[in-house]
């Protein structure tokens, strides 16, 4: 991440009812599952309030969360009464002062308690997100499979992917997938679950433990041929794919008085003119290129 992230003026995010009115024209075009990420969604004025409408959305089945977790303890249960129904929190170290030196002087104790009180909530299925590079965190693997099987939670392990904000990813910086589940395999025994379609993860279960080891790899086995998502970011901008750096701004329309027939015309330009993915990035041979830093997408 950026050590000195841009914050944008409230004028230039979409306010709730504009969130909310771009995810009921996607609802209206077919899609089901709302996640929202970051960034960080907790920080967001109206994060409840834009929970309750994405879950009053007609056709929406689900809204989530990615958080870092740090406000979740006091929020957990007013999210839970608005709507929200899972959160994922992403936890790169369980060692205090490395996740300090990681977060900026983040307590991990804040963290842990948000897990706790996701749970108490019902904010359920939890799921941690571990992003694993070499060098760094890779020898907490282990330690973070086993908060996985005696937590009985999904640890989700993430290949780095070129989206550091510093231009610090090379290759050589990447666990491959293969690798943290054969490490794993060396002290738990994994078993395979079949991967939905669409999904970014390979799910294993413990054999003795409701815990789940998850395996996104972006880089080694690329999920693109059907990955089915699409990204709206706070400043108002449908991005198709994170590994491409295309985008369609909806705000000048929403601004202007733009139908909904004219926004989703938008929208379904951009999405038909998605780019190949982190496929086409890597067959392009020499040095793949930092893409964006993670935390400017905010969606």
């Known amino acids: 991440m950026s050590k000195d992230p841009v914050w944008l003026p409230r004028d230039q995010i979409l306010s709730c009812e504009e969130v909310n009115r771009v995810a009921s024209i996607l609802a209206s075009m077919g899609v089901e599952k709302i996640r929202l990420t970051g960034g960080e969604p907790l920080v967001r004025p109206g994060i409840e309030e834009i929970v309750n409408g994405l879950a009053r959305t007609p056709g929406v089945q689900s809204v989530s969360m990615t958080t ?7 929020k957990a249960w007013t999210l839970k009464r608005a709507g929200l129904k899972s959160v994922t929190i992403s936890l790169h170290s369980l060692k205090r002062e490395r996740f300090s030196r990681i977060t900026g002087g983040g307590e991990i104790e804040d963290v842990l308690a948000g897990m706790r009180a996701a749970k108490e909530s019902g904010l359920t299925p939890l799921k941690v997100n571990s992003l694993i590079i070499r060098g760094y965190n890779d020898d907490e693997i282990i330690d ?9 939670v999904a640890v989700r392990f993430i290949e780095y992917m070129p989206f550091d904000g510093q231009s610090q990813w ?3 910086t990447v666990v491959s997938g293969a690798e943290i589940v054969e490490k ?12 939905e379609e669409g999904s970014t993860v390979r799910r294993y279960r413990f054999a003795d433990s409701k815990g789940e080891v998850d395996i996104i790899t972006s880089m080694t086995q690329p999920f693109c041929l059907d990955c ?3 990204r709206l970011s706070a400043d108002g901008k449908i991005v198709p794919c994170l590994f491409d750096k295309a985008e369609c701004d909806l705000k000048p329309a929403l ?3 733009a139908s909904n027939v004219l926004l989703s015309n938008l929208i379904r330009q951009a999405v038909f003119s998605k780019a190949p993915g982190v496929v086409a990035l890597l067959d ?3 040095p793949v290129k930092h893409v964006r830093p993670m935390h400017t997408i905010g969606g």
Not at 68 to 74: K, Q, S, Y
């Open 68 to 74: 870092n977790g740090t406000l979740l303890a006091e």
């Open 144 to 152: 973070l499979a086993s908060l996985a099987r005696n937590a009985s």
């Open 170 to 172: 090379s290759p050589a």
């Open 184 to 195: 794993i395999k060396n002290h738990y025994d994994l078993i395979p679950l079949k991967r």
């Open 228 to 230: 089915e998502r699409v």
């Open 255 to 257: 601004r202007h008085g």
């Open 284 to 286: 392009k041979g020499g």
